[in-house]
């Protein structure tokens, strides 16, 4: 699935959020840059994907889901009540710092989050995922054997996270 094809399931209305994950944090667009689905499927479709090594040499997830939290989901930068929340975590590996990545998550979970993990590979942790994730896990865990593959849970993905 690419990031272009998630978004395309989204309703017109609704706005979206994206942040990449490379070695930092950085927040590509806020939730009140775009009105329509073709500026989010455009904006989408630019940012690029920071893969392989260099990207595996340090996890950043605790960071990106607190960003997430202090900085995306907020009225400033356009959350709406009425709208769903949902992060979707995707990665390859086992968390050294699972403890404060749990931490983020709970908080995240807490405030009415839905989140969702894809483990790609097989170098994660699965009880890790299930420990970060929202409940039921088996909602909420996904597993597939690599990037190339995840266009297999797509359409399950969509209708999960859409239904939030």
């Not at 840059?33 to 595996?56: H, M, N, S, V, W």
């Not at 959350?79 to 709970?106: F, L, P």
């Not at 590979?121 to 699965?126: K, L, M, N, S, T």
Request: negative net charge; glycine residues 6%.
């Amino acid at each position: 699935m690419t990031k272009e094809e998630a978004i395309n399931e989204e309703k017109e209305e609704e706005n979206g959020d994206m942040e990449e994950k490379s070695n930092e944090v950085k927040v590509e667009y806020h939730l009140d840059e775009y009105y329509t689905k073709q500026e989010l499927i455009d904006t989408t479709a630019r940012i690029p994907f920071y893969g392989g090594a260099a990207a595996r040499t340090r996890s950043e997830i605790r960071q990106g889901l607190h960003t997430v939290r202090q900085e995306v989901f907020t009225e400033s930068h356009g959350y709406r009540n009425d709208a769903a929340r949902v992060v979707i975590v995707i990665t390859e590996e086992t968390w050294e710092e699972y403890e404060e990545i749990k931490e983020e998550a709970y908080a995240l979970t807490t405030d009415g989050v839905n989140l969702f993990t894809i483990g790609v590979g097989q170098g994660v942790d699965y009880a890790q995922l299930r420990g970060i994730s929202s409940s039921p896990y088996d909602q909420h865990v996904f597993e597939v054997d690599s990037y190339s593959t995840i266009g297999a849970i797509k359409e399950t993905l969509v209708q999960r996270t859409c239904s939030c």
